[in-house]
């Protein structure tokens, strides 16, 4: 209903300082277009894309999904009771359109603005395998109403590391946790080893943070913030 997963967007205002951030965790940059007119680098494993955009978005992170034929889609979505809240559409510009979902910015383009990963989709940074983008909510049950009017599925309910409420697209997997568990959403990595990932980042000079969000184990989970402030979350697989 709203395309394929492109991209997580983050403002990144020192965008070298990121870009080498995600080099050293493993991230390959990736060709990017010339859709912006301002500073855009991307980073991708196997499975994720990072874009960091050198302006201030609408909402850092946003989430970007490639939809063809955007101006034909938009009434579709206005049908379901969405509301477009900002619309670039037309010859001679780069269509895009944006609106919000339980408190979550969504961004949808005509076309994308990066080549694909060259890895495959197996392989994974030295985080571990990108499992899905975490949302705090105030109302989960509401939150996973919207979700579904939006075309995700939802997946299931579990309590590890967190009680949350899962769904799931072609291409993206969204966790709604009640607010509180995080103050702002994050990028959740699993591995069945993540405790040896964790040390071994620790001993490359990545500083986790001191108190994981929810009162989370840390032996087995841990908090590292990107040099844009994006969250990463990572957690040991069961």
Known sequence: MIGRFHEVSVHAPDL??????????????????????YPYAVVADGRLAIGLHGRELAQ????AFVLPDLFGHLGDLEALGIEILDRRLGSDVFNEAGFEIAGQWIRLLEARTHSPAQQSPGETSHLGWFEEYVLPVGDVKEAEREWERIGFVPAEEGDDPYPHIGLTSDSLN???????????PALMFA???MPR???????AGFEMARRPPGG?????????????GTQLLLTTAE
């Open 197 to 203: 990932r964790i040390a071994e980042l620790v001993d």
């Open 191 to 193: 591995d069945a080893e």
């Open 60 to 63: 850092s992170p946003l989430l």
């Open 216 to 228: 989370l184990d840390t032996t087995r989970h841990a908090l590292l913030i990107a040099p844009e």
């Open 174 to 184: 969204v966790a709604l946790l009640r607010t509180g568990m995080l103050s702002r």
């Open 16 to 37: 070298l300082a990121s870009l080498a951030f995600y080099e050293r965790l493993g991230f390959t940059q990736v060709t990017a277009g010339e859709a912006w007119p």
